[in-house]
């Protein structure tokens, strides 16, 4: 079993504090899911386990195993077991879909101990038609031209590959409609299994409909303020955030003015 | 009357040399001329690189001759590592000479025409003078063009007759292997009424230094509905200066594409010019170029447009490193009565060290009015958001970095039909940017 722990968690983006304090563990087997609305940090956690460059972790800590994961290099956090779905990947020109992933996958691997070319392209078909993406996907540019419900499938689809320890998925379901929701959910719960834990961003509780999360924490104000089971996104969906402002005494969830 | 010149040759060795090599009267005369006029004639001005104190005049010597390849299978080690030994089509110089010859039957039989250029100018004088340097490239244009005229020593014919497709691509070897070579080549190709071919050419040095020039033309028409690919990968040794003008004519429904990988070593002027001359006709140049050392380079590709509803697309890439200096000038330039024409361009240049300079300018010159144009330029580094995005996937910074580069240079790369050039400007490409 393997277990990412976030203790204390304070993150700043060009000078102000957004994380002031984010306690979280997540072990293997387990499937988390963060809510909220917008503008409480849940994207800059996100970005702060993996390592944006711009953002900077002022205090506390995250390890994964008890290596200190702020430590590493971006690239290290990676062959360490992370995965981040990004919100935004990037587009990179010249480079293909399956280059980049063979790229991905090899460096994990040993000099000499390189994928084999057909056991690659069989997986990545396979994977690919989990997810329903035209083979053609393969041999195009990374992200290069893609719409925004390919961008996302392309995500899950190099987390299928890459197979890491603990996945964040960052707003995987922003912008897909209904279908493609279904087919990248059963992209995550194809991964599901004693050797992934995963921690889930997302504004809707609609995705929760088909992946079902083991705990469900609720960020506000920069800080994880309310945890339960899965019977709290429910409720989130039937009555939204206001309990829990009224609850907490919280009038501005959004990480203010520090 | 005796001409005074700075040149290391005389008016009386440079007619001997056209009489050695059988030339017509007519290239004897031109030949002549620009000599007389190289010494009058101003060098041109690239803009932004001052060239004045570049020397293009004196060299080791005028000719060397090297040995010849009496089979495909005598290559050398070197050439056989961009040259597939299926070629069909295939003309290798071996510095000044040349060296190995071949042409398809089938094509032989169908009129194409592939031969180094004094051949050319004894069998096929006529064709060749409706072309040298009359319509395209003009000898007295400035004092390298006259030079380059007066001193030519080399070079490359190729003519597709009418209605012609020449589906396998037709590869040049400019081999350099003699320190002392300079390299005066003039090429011509031409593809005559809705006839195709692709032509791919090298330059391929393999002496670390050379103590000689390149004055390099290339003169390429696309007469009525006909189409060329033109892909060139210049890899010329430090030591060299090198001036290389290639230059397009489209006429009607014409179609010229460049892909061009400029890789030298050498401080170079390349200037690649397309005159959309004809109605309807296109003009496709996409450039990548790696500057590194201390070499200073200068990139003009200009697309010109006379007929309606032409289309010109300018690419070029460029990768800037230690304390190498370019500037990339792209120009698009629409005359009066080139209606519903079309002239876009993008320039980006990628700085790998702080000492590099890079300066991308587009230039948009447009005399009508009912046209469309655009421009896009960027001079950068490494977006550090796209190496966090590979670096999180477990690719390491280095690796990250080579992935982007190569990336941004495979425009290029990736619409070279030959597959020895290809992976010889991969691996150029992988060499320079180490």
């Known amino acids: 079993m393997s277990t990412l722990v976030i203790k204390d968690l304070h993150v700043e983006i060009e000078g102000k504090e957004i994380l002031k304090g984010v306690n979280l563990t997540i072990n293997t087997s387990e499937i988390h899911a963060i809510m909220g609305p917008n503008g409480t940090g849940k994207s800059t956690l996100a970005s702060a386990i993996m390592g944006h460059p711009k953002y900077e972790v002022t205090s506390g800590?995250?390890?994964?195993?008890?290596?200190?994961?702020?430590?590493m290099e971006v690239d290290e956090r990676a062959r360490a077991g992370l995965f981040l779905a990004m919100q935004y990947p990037s587009e990179i020109s010249g480079v293909t879909n399956a280059d980049f992933m063979r790229s991905a996958m090899n460096a994990r691997r040993e000099e000499g101990d390189e994928v084999s070319l057909m056991k690659f392209i069989r997986e990545l078909d396979s994977k690919m038609e989990v997810l329903d993406m035209d083979q053609d996907m393969a041999q195009r540019y990374l992200n290069e031209g893609f719409s925004g419900g390919e961008k996302k499938r392309n995500e899950i689809l190099q987390m299928m590959m890459i197979k890491p320890t603990i996945a964040v998925l960052d707003e995987i379901d922003s912008g897909l409609d209904i279908d493609a929701l279904k087919v990248v959910s059963e992209g995550i719960n194809q991964m599901k299994g004693e050797d992934f834990g995963c921690l889930i961003i997302t504004h809707y509780q609609r995705l929760l409909n088909y992946i079902t999360p083991d705990h469900v924490h609720v960020m506000m104000q920069g800080r994880v303020v309310k945890s339960g089971g899965a019977e709290l996104a429910h409720k989130l969906e039937a009555e939204g955030y206001d309990w829990i402002k009224q609850e907490l005494g919280i009038e501005d969830e959004t990480v203010g003015q520090a | 009357m005796t001409v005074e010149t700075n040149l290391k040759m005389t008016e009386q060795e440079l007619r001997s040399f056209s009489e050695m090599n059988g030339e017509p009267s007519w290239f004897t005369e031109l030949r002549l001329r620009s000599f007389a006029e190289a010494e009058t004639l101003p060098l041109p001005k690239p803009d932004k690189t001052k060239i004045l104190n570049w020397n293009f005049t004196d060299y080791p010597v005028h000719t060397v001759k090297s040995s010849t390849f009496g089979?495909?299978?005598?290559?050398?080690?070197?050439?056989?590592?961009?040259?597939?030994?299926?070629?069909?089509?295939?003309?290798?110089?071996?510095?000044?000479?040349p060296a190995f010859s071949r042409i398809s039957e089938d094509l032989a039989a169908k009129g194409v025409i592939l031969t180094d250029i004094f051949t050319a100018l004894r069998e096929h004088g006529d064709l060749v003078k409706k072309y040298f340097m009359t319509n395209g490239v003009k000898a007295d244009e400035h004092k390298l063009t006259a030079l380059h005229a007066a001193l030519m020593n080399g070079g490359a014919f190729l003519y597709v007759p009418k209605n012609v497709e020449v589906e396998e691509p037709v590869q040049v070897v400019f081999y350099h292997d003699d320190a002392d070579a300079s390299l005066f080549n003039h090429v011509i190709v031409v593809a005559d009424t809705s006839s195709k071919v692709t032509y791919v050419e090298n330059y391929f040095s393999t002496v670390a230094k050379s103590n000689g020039l390149a004055n390099i033309v290339s003169e390429v028409f696309a007469e009525d509905n006909a189409q060329i690919t033109y892909g060139a990968v210049d890899v010329l040794a430090e030591g060299f200066t090198t001036y290389v003008n290639r230059r397009g004519v489209a006429a009607r429904d014409a179609k010229i594409e460049w892909a061009l990988g400029l890789m030298n070593d050498s401080d170079t002027i390349s200037e690649n010019v397309t005159h959309l001359v004809g109605d309807n006709s296109i003009g496709d140049t996409k450039t990548v170029v790696v500057g590194r050392g201390s070499q200073k380079q200068n990139f003009t590709t200009k697309v010109v447009h006379w007929g309606k509803n032409s289309d010109g697309q300018i690419l070029k890439h460029g990768v800037m490193k230690d304390s190498a200096s370019s500037i990339f000038n792209g120009i698009g330039k629409i005359e009066h009565g080139a209606t519903k024409s079309n002239a876009e361009q993008e320039s980006r240049v990628l700085m790998l060290s702080p000492n590099a300079r890079g300066d991308a300018n587009p230039i948009l010159l447009i005399d009508e009015d009912d046209v469309t144009a655009g421009h896009a330029a960027s001079v950068g580094r490494v977006d550090p958001l796209q190496l966090y995005y590979l670096m999180s996937r477990g690719i390491t910074k280095q690796e990250a970095e080579r992935l982007v580069i190569h990336g941004f240079l495979a425009p290029v790369v990736n619409v070279l039909p030959i597959e020895g050039v290809k992976k010889q400007l991969t691996e150029v490409i992988e060499r320079k940017v180490r």
């Open chain 2, 71 to 97: 089979s495909i299978e005598d290559l050398t080690e070197d050439i056989r590592t961009i040259v597939d030994l299926e070629q069909k089509n295939l003309y290798i110089q071996h510095n000044n000479t």
């Open chain 1, 61 to 71: 800590s995250i390890t994964l195993d008890g290596e200190d994961v702020l430590d």
